[in-house]
């Protein structure tokens, strides 16, 4: 029997002591809670559900979506046999509810759905478990894509969004990994002789006669092993992609590498050992996102496995451009984005982007007596106009905007729960990333929405 977390307190079926009477008077009346007393009430969970609860508005905001694609892919049609399929919106609204809650467990959604108010009313009766609502968050990454874009638009029309001034910023997430998980490739292909001899012993084990273990017990055996297998497969793969990339680097940078001490995890294949901002080294993925300082609104999300942030712009401003069909007429960087190619690129294309970023050593540069901001020998003119920019009182001005967007918004992640990803692979972290930010969006335009309604005298 548990010992009792607090067992001075009386429990449900223990009688609680009468008061005590006052000084000068008899015992004080009091209503006190009656548990074990039978109760028959009729109410709806729409009765039950506040009409002003937040749930309210995501369960508006995804009714309100185009998920054709999604409804195209259903098998379970009227005049054929089969089951009845999960409604793709209620399984949406679930993730999206969990997002705003901080919750990124699918047990702990799936228990939320027959125990929380809020998510049995999105539920409505439909039953849910925990691996329908895993393999939905992560199958779907183009549609989730498809839907920040389609988002964002509508704000852009409606003129609560513009993509005037935006801020970008990358973010180290702890993989689903752990640091012991890295091998080099004896112990990979080691690990993967020893994973496929296991799935065919599997497979041999379920053609024989039936073993004490349920036909889903085995399944789910042949399962995991067949996934380790794969992940033995993918680890190998990335380290080749690995040594090719490593080359590249020691030709253009002179970093030496050496071939064999290099290392896979053979639990996440993807994800690499990066430099936290604790100063730890743990494995994780880079979540980079782009946030318009003027509302808010992140415009553009990209995960990468690449511990630093150099090289990122240009991928950002083709993704917003691909997106919105335009790019930002001013991008404010942290110093680690501070590629002289990147720069140079986005200065000077036919649609040209400000960049608004810190000279690298630029205070150690003015206490030598140098003059950071004049054009050095090898600059292009996309590199000299952005010197010269950093050098006036109102670039500077502005800069100051990125730690009151891009770090607003990485804040307002960490506190709904990106700490660490419960999914892995970058495509998987990439859906739950989009997921975030669709959150994350929902939320600031209908603040945006309500400001523009009552706007300040």
């Not at 679930?94 to 049995?120: K, M, N």
């Not at 040209?352 to 054009?375: C, F, L, S, W």
């Not at 670039?395 to 990485?410: F, H, L, V």
Request: net charge positive; glycine share 8%.
């Amino acid at each position: 029997m548990s010992t009792p977390l607090f067992p001075d307190l009386p429990g449900d079926s223990e009688p609680i002591a009468g008061p005590k009477p006052v000084t000068g008077g008899g015992a004080p009346r009091l209503r006190q809670p009656q548990r074990e007393q039978a109760e028959m009430r009729v109410a709806s969970l729409d009765q039950l559900l506040p009409p002003d609860h937040p749930v309210r508005a995501v369960w508006a905001f995804v009714v309100g979506l185009d998920l054709t694609p999604l409804l195209q892919r259903i098998q379970a049609v009227a005049g054929h046999a089969g089951r009845n399929a999960n409604d793709p919106r209620v399984l949406l609204a679930l993730w999206l509810q969990a997002t705003l809650d901080g919750v990124g467990s699918a047990r702990v959604l799936d228990e939320f759905c027959r125990v929380h108010l809020a998510y049995e009313w999105l539920c409505g009766g439909v039953s849910m478990n925990y691996h329908s609502l895993a393999d939905f968050r992560t199958a779907h990454v183009e549609v989730l894509d498809r839907l920040l874009t389609d988002s964002v638009g509508v704000l852009l029309h409606e003129g609560l969004v513009q993509l005037q001034r935006v801020a970008q910023d990358g973010m180290k997430v702890r993989a689903s990994a752990g640091a012991s998980s890295f091998r080099r490739e004896p112990t990979l292909k080691a690990c993967l002789e020893q994973a496929e001899s296991q799935v065919a012993a599997l497979k041999a084990q379920a053609d024989e006669t039936p073993t004490t273990a349920s036909a889903r017990q085995q399944a789910a055996r042949e399962r995991a092993a067949r996934e380790r297998a794969e992940r033995l497969q993918q680890a190998l793969a990335q380290r080749e992609q690995l040594i090719v990339l490593r080359t590249q680097q020691q030709k253009e940078k002179g970093v030496k590498f050496e071939a064999a001490q290099l290392r896979v995890s053979t639990t996440d294949p993807e994800a690499r050992k990066m430099h936290m901002p604790d100063g730890g080294t743990r494995p994780a993925f880079n979540l980079q996102l782009a946030t318009t300082t003027q509302s808010g609104i992140i415009v553009g999300v990209a995960v990468t496995n690449s511990g630093s942030d150099s090289g990122q712009l240009e991928p950002m401003l083709e993704q917003l451009e691909k997106r919105y069909e335009q790019r930002p007429g001013e991008m404010l960087l942290d110093g680690g984005f501070a590629s002289l190619k990147d720069i140079e690129a986005a200065e000077t294309t036919a649609s040209p982007t400000k960049v608004y970023a810190p000279i690298k050593d630029e205070a150690k540069k003015q206490a030598n007596g140098q003059d950071p901001y004049q054009p050095r020998r090898g600059d292009g003119p996309g590199v000299t106009q952005w010197r010269q920019r950093m050098g006036a009182a109102e670039a500077k001005s502005i800069y100051r905007e990125r730690a009151s967007t891009a770090e607003w918004a990485n804040a307002a992640l960490r506190r709904r729960g990106v700490r660490q990803w419960s999914v892995r692979g970058l495509r998987g972290v990439l859906a739950v990333a989009l997921l975030h930010a669709l959150a994350h969006n929902l939320r600031r335009a209908a603040t945006l929405r309500q400001e523009a309604a009552n706007p300040k005298a």
